[in-house]
C-alpha cells in the first residue's frame, strides 16, 4: 500500500521521492482480520509504528465456548504488538464496547486478554469524551492505551468509528 500511495503521489506531481516516516494503521470492527493477517508478516510488522483498534479486536474462544476462554493463537500479533508498544517500542489504542457476542470474544474480552497478559491494570473512569461517548476504563503503561467506552448498541459500536480521531488525539499519535 506503501508503494502504491507513493507511485500515485509521484503521478500527480506531488513529489519525486515520497517518503513515509511513520506508519499508523487504523482499524474499525471487523478489519481486525487484515490487521491479524499483516502483523504475521515480519515486514509488515517491523514498518507498523502505531496501531488504532477501534472496537475492533475479537477472537475465538478455545476449550469449552461456555468459560469464554479468549483463545491466544489469534491473538498473538496484537499481543505482541502490545508487549512492544508497553515497553515504548511502538504504540497501540484499544477501544471496546461492551457488546457481547454469544459465539466469539468481544473486543472487551479480547482487551481484558491483553491486559491480563501485560499484568496491566484496568482502571474504572467516567470522563464524557464526546457527545454520549463515555470512558469507563483506562489500562495504560507507556505506549500501550486500553479504553472501555460504555455502550451495548450497534450504534454505541458505530461510536468508535466516528471517534477514530479522539482515539488518536488522547493517545498522543496525532
Not at 128 to 144: E, I, K, M, P
Not at 148 to 168: E, P, Q, S, Y
Request: aromatic letters at 10%.
Amino acid at each position: 500500500m506503501l508503494d502504491e500511495a507513493a507511485r500515485e503521489l509521484r503521478r500527480l506531481g506531488v513529489c519525486e521521492q515520497p517518503a513515509f516516516d511513520r506508519v499508523t494503521m487504523t482499524s474499525f470492527s471487523a478489519g481486525f482480520g487484515g490487521v491479524r493477517e499483516l502483523l504475521k508478516q515480519e515486514g509488515a510488522y517491523q514498518r507498523i509504528d502505531s496501531l488504532v483498534m477501534a472496537d475492533s479486536i475479537y477472537a475465538g474462544f478455545t476449550g469449552d465456548p461456555v468459560e469464554r476462554r479468549v483463545d491466544p493463537k489469534l491473538m498473538a500479533g496484537f499481543l505482541r504488538f502490545a508487549r512492544d508498544a508497553a515497553e515504548g517500542k511502538k504504540r497501540m489504542v484499544i477501544s471496546y464496547s461492551q457488546l457481547r457476542p454469544e459465539t466469539y470474544a468481544s473486543t472487551d474480552e479480547a482487551a481484558r486478554f491483553v491486559e491480563q497478559e501485560l499484568a496491566v491494570a484496568r482502571e474504572p473512569a467516567q470522563e464524557v469524551w464526546a457527545d454520549g461517548w463515555t470512558l469507563q476504563s483506562r489500562a495504560v503503561r507507556r505506549g500501550f492505551r486500553s479504553y472501555g467506552v460504555a455502550g451495548t448498541t450497534g450504534a454505541d459500536h458505530m461510536k468508535h468509528l466516528h471517534n477514530l480521531w479522539r482515539l488518536i488525539q488522547r493517545s498522543g499519535m496525532e
